[in-house]
T-cell receptor, first 115, second 114 residues
Framework: NAGVMQNPRHLVRRRGQEARLRCSPMKGHSHVYWYRQLPEEGLKFMVYLQKENIIDESGMPKERFSAEFPKEGPSILRIQQVVRGDSAAYFC?????????????FGPGTRLTVT | DAKTTQPPSMDCAEGRAANLPCNHSTISGNEYVYWYRQIHSQGPQYIIHGLKNNETNEMASLIITEDRKSSTLILPHATLRDTAVYYCIVRPERGTGGGNKLTFGTGTQLKVEL
């Protein structure tokens, strides 16, 4: 059973460009979570999605960031007009159901560098 | 969310048991204790979780005190590959909304040495 997959693993964007990060959950998982880890900091929750629905976006910056999880295909985290402060590791996780005791399984992350 | 307190760092000799403590004195009755680890910038890896009883799996054991105010993660025979940051997380009760996200603190940097 393949784990959570994320691509690209590394992404370099110049300031003002758009970044699109993809996440394919584990087989059978329909709940996806995005977390961000800034350099030398802990992971911070951004958004929780189910198929075609955003359930909790309390950790998403108000501007430039959006997420989707379409009926078909991977979940996408989109960052418009990137700035240097967006440089971070972005991790996606998935779970079979939401909440305890269903653990979240994490992908390897996408490392975004904004130059 | 219940707050957790962990020592910032610990050392352990390879082959010995690593005992990582976590204090969660404000935990409420239906909140689970989860442990994850992150090996050098990789994605966090689930280790184990429990509610009241002690738990054991192929990776580790989790000992939760009777009053549930603290717990200890035990890696019975630590290896160099266990060097990582270990996070103790208290997860809000399912259905409260907060249970959808994991709140990571600063964790414990475990260094396993020869």
């Amino acid at each position: 059973n393949a784990g959570v997959m994320q691509n690209p693993r590394h992404l370099v964007r110049r300031r003002g460009q758009e970044a699109r990060l993809r996440c394919s959950p584990m087989k059978g998982h329909s709940h996806v979570y995005w977390y961000r880890q800034l350099p030398e900091e802990g992971l911070k929750f951004m958004v929780y999605l189910q198929k075609e629905n955003i359930i909790d976006e309390s950790g998403m910056p108000k501007e430039r960031f959006s997420a989707e999880f379409p009926k078909e295909g991977p979940s996408i985290l989109r960052i418009q007009q990137v700035v240097r402060g967006d440089s971070a590791a972005y991790f996606c996780a998935s779970s079979f159901l939401a909440g305890d005791p269903y653990e979240q399984y994490f992908g390897p992350g996408t490392r975004l560098t904004v130059t | 969310d219940a707050k957790t307190t962990q020592p910032p760092s610990m050392d352990c000799a390879e082959g010995r048991a690593a005992n990582l403590p976590c204090n969660h004195s404000t935990i409420s009755g239906n909140e689970y204790v989860y442990w994850y680890r992150q090996i050098h910038s990789q994605g966090p890896q689930y280790i184990i979780h429990g509610l009241k009883n002690n738990e054991t799996n192929e990776m580790a054991s989790l000992i939760i005190t009777e009053d549930r105010k603290s717990s200890t993660l035990i890696l019975p025979h630590a290896t160099l590959r266990d060097t990582a940051v270990y996070y103790c997380i208290v997860r809000p009760e399912r259905g409260t909304g907060g249970g959808n996200k994991l709140t990571f603190g600063t964790g414990t940097q475990l260094k396993v040495e020869l």
